[in-house]
RNA sequence: UGUCCGAUGGUGUAAUGGCAGCACAAAUGGUUUUGGUCCAUUUAGUCUAGGUUCGAGUCCUGGUCGGACAACCA
């Protein structure tokens, strides 16, 4: 019965189409039985949830097919990189659950690469242009009309191997000449109009110094490092599809191992920044706290805010793989952390928002600690004793002096539950001169305790409590989306991005919690009963405890009180 | 007024010429010591016009709409 399920299931399995063309050469013994992916970030800035896309293509691919993925840092452009972020890649990549076969950088191959340059000149298909920046971009021409080719376009292989040398001897300015490919200025792929392959940066690089002051392009960078470690799949996103020819014809020109670049469309999230430039402008403007705000899609801010990485990969694996444009329903990632935090968070009750609430008839100094089971969802969870008290706190909000008809809380002479204690009614409430209910007196009925036999009679609702006594008030930071525009990059003219920015996106509070979260850890998460997943923060001490709200619960009372 | 890519329910993704399926969202009902969770049910889709075929979401042609490309960024 159950092998019958899984042979169905496995029968049933789709392929993306990257599996499919995999497949297909592994049929057609195209790369013999190898398959082998990797995953190149730029060190320019941390990884985000679209990275985590990429991720879990590259590695997950290669894992499905017993195949190798490498970790490899495109590192050609050294005014833009820094070890700050390799360090935080590495750790991300591992944290979200994968570990490579191989580290590389493209600065390890900066001496290839200059031979593959080398081998161009001689074969007449690379020149030194001295044209300017401004120059150049005039003589390329547009989409609609062909460029012009350069005066510098026929100079001899000797002239140019001669200045290329001195160009890397660092005999010239940065901006005075770049080595180009010869190939057609009037292509239809602007990509392919003698596009510049070096050029000149006196600058030290984060890895190799100031060895170089020439560095490759990433169209010159990228295949070639591909074909060196003989990847047999490069997969990337869509923006380089345009590039896929020019990949191509150096792999061609250069007579090495030819990978195939196979491109997925990146994914975009509503109510969300994805662009790194923009996420570097909100830490340097200390618009959010740093990269690893709660309320950044950066790997790390995820983390911080209570994401798992299981809740991350299974995120990835929902949204499927495809080469047409998409917008994902933040709505989805949140639902793939709920999913996850249910079955994994120890259920803790606080109060957020406290009114007093008194047992009449509950005596005066007694204490009573109640058995509380820690995860319905998980039995072997445990239970923890939590202390009950004749002065309690409530949700202010659980009582309602003048209900709707579907309120299911306390309300003036209503019987509710109160969790693993006992049913309690609603006898008055004292209220300050301004009208403000300061406490709710109520009698408890002592049969009806969790786990006696009375216990059954059913009541609609059961509300969370913690003594007044024994609490401990803990902060906590309730998030919010970071931006209030469902496009947030999508401006008017002469608008900026930051103005879709949610001002409301972070609000912090003291919250009341039963004794249990004393010895929480930075980075434990817990079901708060009814007030959402939280995790502690990692600046949390245990004379100051505080925690991150990773998302609420489902709230369906919403939808019915709006009725 | 170029080249390339794409178009399946509200959203995302399958169906490889043969019953348009899955997930999220939404709606309804049931269980429940929190209105959560869990379970069941329902609503809803092949951009368009032709063509090939016994049969087209799939192949061909035209159109429409959307995206990418003119950095010494990746």
């Not at 002479?413 to 209220?431: M, P």
């Not at 003594?467 to 608008?495: C, M, Q, T, W």
């Amino acid at each position: 019965m159950i092998e019958d399920k899984t042979t169905q299931a496995s029968e049933k399995e789709h392929l993306n189409f990257i599996h499919q063309i995999i497949e297909d050469d592994l049929n057609t013994q195209k790369n013999g039985n190898r398959v082998h992916t990797r995953f190149p970030p730029e060190p320019n800035g941390y990884l985000h949830i679209g990275h985590a896309k990429s991720i879990c293509i590259n590695f997950g691919t290669a894992q499905k097919y017993n195949g190798k993925c490498n970790l490899r840092f495109d590192d050609t452009n050294p005014v833009k990189e820094d070890t700050e972020y390799v360090d935080s890649i590495m750790e991300d990549v591992r944290w979200l659950g994968f570990d490579w076969d191989g580290l590389y950088y493209a600065s390890d191959y900066f001496e290839n690469l200059y031979k593959f340059a080398e081998k161009l000149i001689q074969k007449g298909k690379a020149y030194v242009c001295e044209l300017s920046q401004e120059e150049m971009s005039l003589q390329r021409g547009t989409v609609t009309k062909a460029g012009v080719e350069s005066p510098y376009r026929n100079r001899s292989i000797e002239e140019n191997l001669d200045l290329f040398r001195r160009m890397r001897a660092g005999e010239f300015a940065d901006g005075s000449r770049v080595l180009r490919a010869k190939i057609d200025m009037a292509h239809p792929n602007m990509l392919m109009r003698d596009p510049i392959l070096y050029r000149i940066i006196h600058a030290g690089h984060h890895r190799t110094g100031n060895k170089w002051c020439i560095y490759p392009m990433y169209d010159f960078a990228h295949g070639q490092s591909d074909s060196i470690e003989k990847i047999t799949h490069s997969i990337c996103t869509l923006e380089f599809e345009v590039h896929r020819p020019l990949y191509e014809w150096f792999i061609k020109e250069l007579e090495i191992f030819a990978p195939q670049q196979i491109e997925f469309a990146r994914l975009n999230l509503n109510y969300t920044v994805m662009s790194k430039r923009k996420l570097l402008r909100l830490v340097q403007e200390k618009r959010v706290f740093g990269w690893d705000d709660p309320r950044m899609p950066t790997i790390c801010g995820l983390r911080r805010r209570g994401y798992t990485p299981e809740s991350i990969r299974r995120f990835a694996e929902m949204i499927g793989v495809a080469r047409r444009d998409n917008v994902i329903d933040i709505g989805l990632l949140e639902f793939c952390i709920r999913e996850d935090l249910n079955k994994i968070t120890n259920r803790v009750m606080t109060v957020l928002n406290p009114v007093k609430l008194v047992i009449d008839n509950y005596p005066e100094n007694e204490v009573e600690y109640l058995e509380a089971g820690n995860n319905p969802e998980n039995p072997e969870a445990g239970s923890r004793k939590v202390p009950f008290t004749k002065e309690l706190y409530i949700e202010r909000e659980d009582f309602m002096e003048n209900p709707p008809n579907k309120f299911f809380r306390l309300k003036p002479g209503g019987e509710v539950r109160l969790k693993y204690a006992y049913i309690i009614q609603c006898e008055s409430v004292v209220k300050d001169e301004s009208g403000e209910i300061t406490e709710i007196h109520c009698t408890y009925q002592p049969d009806t305790k969790s786990g006696l036999p009375n216990s059954n009679k059913k009541v609609k609702g059961t509300l969370h409590w913690v003594s007044a006594k024994h609490n401990i008030p803990v902060e906590v930071r309730l998030y919010d989306r970071l931006f209030s525009a469902e496009n947030p990059e999508e401006v008017e003219d002469g608008h900026d991005f930051t103005e879709n920015l949610n001002p409301e996106s972070l609000k912090i509070s003291t919250a009341f919690a039963e004794p249990s979260v004393k010895d929480s850890k930075p980075g434990d998460k817990f079901q708060f009963e009814r007030m959402g997943y939280f995790c502690t923060d990692k600046d949390s001490t245990s004379e100051r405890l505080i925690f991150n709200r990773t998302c609420t619960l489902k709230d369906t009372w919403a939808k019915i009180a709006e009725k």
